[in-house]
């Protein structure tokens, strides 16, 4: 089974410029996620999708960040414009689905590679 | 608000035990989960406790008090390959995960 694939891996931006990411989750997995990882930090969650549908987005700063899953399988990450402080590895998850109270675990995330950006 | 506490380093010898903890201060949350991830990899899924008590997978365990607001992970027979950052992370309802800052382990032969 293919695991999450993301894109690129490597990007190197000038602060003011925009970039985009893309994430192909696991096939069949409704629920995508977009993570912040900071150097030497846990990542953080900034946007959860459920199929096409945004679940969670309360700590994505929406004046600058987007993101969209349309077809409920593919999903990108937008950054306009870029700050310095928005250099980070960001990474991509999927599940089954959001996982319910007793039942069985369908919640476990998966992760891609992630990409690392650079904003000069 | 969510917090989760680790130690940043931990060292250990091949062939050892170690354990890394992780307190919490929350609530409402479903389970504890452990991942890890080598320097410039993916966070991989390694444990997860939904009830308390202790969870065996191989040779790493967990463990979660729900009263004491503590977990561990126990990694045992270490290896050179286990040199890595695990991350103990509160799982909520639809899944979210909330991330501690990550405890980097270094296994010396």
């Known amino acids: 089974e293919a695991g999450v694939a993301q894109s690129p891996r490597y990007k190197i931006i000038e602060k003011r410029q925009s970039v985009a990411f893309w994430c192909n989750p696991i096939?069949?997995?409704?629920?995508l996620y977009w993570y912040q990882q900071i150097l030497g930090q846990g990542p953080k969650l900034l946007i959860q999708?459920?199929?096409?549908?945004?679940?969670?987005d309360s700590q994505l700063p929406k004046d600058r960040f987007s993101a969209e899953r349309l077809k409920g399988v593919d999903s990108t990450l937008k950054i306009q414009p870029a700050k310095l402080e928005d250099s980070a590895v960001y990474l991509c998850?999927?599940?089954?689905?959001?996982?319910?109270?007793?039942?069985?675990?369908?919640?476990?995330?998966?992760f891609g590679p992630g990409t690392r950006l650079t904003v000069l | 608000g969510q917090s989760l506490e680790q130690p940043s380093e931990v060292t250990a010898v091949e062939g050892a035990i170690v354990q890394i903890n992780c307190t919490y201060q929350?609530?409402?949350?479903?389970?504890l989960s452990w991942y890890q991830q080598h320097d410039g990899g993916a966070p991989t899924f390694l444990s997860y406790?939904?009830?308390?008590g202790l969870e065996e997978t191989g040779r790493f365990s967990s463990f979660l008090s729900r009263s004491d607001s503590y977990g561990y992970l126990l990694l045992q027979e270490l290896q050179m390959k286990d040199s890595a950052s695990y991350f103990c992370?509160?799982?909520?309802?639809?899944?979210?995960?909330?991330f501690g800052q990550g405890t980097e382990l270094s296994v010396k032969p």
């Open positions: 998850a999927s599940s089954l689905g959001p996982g319910l109270a007793g039942g069985p675990r369908t919640d476990t995330q998966y």
């Open positions: 096939s069949g997995h409704a629920t």
């Open positions: 999708f459920q199929n096409n549908g945004v679940v969670d």
């Open positions: 929350t609530s409402g949350f479903y389970g």
């Open positions: 406790n939904g009830l308390d």
């Open positions: 992370a509160v799982s909520y309802e639809g899944g979210k995960l909330i």
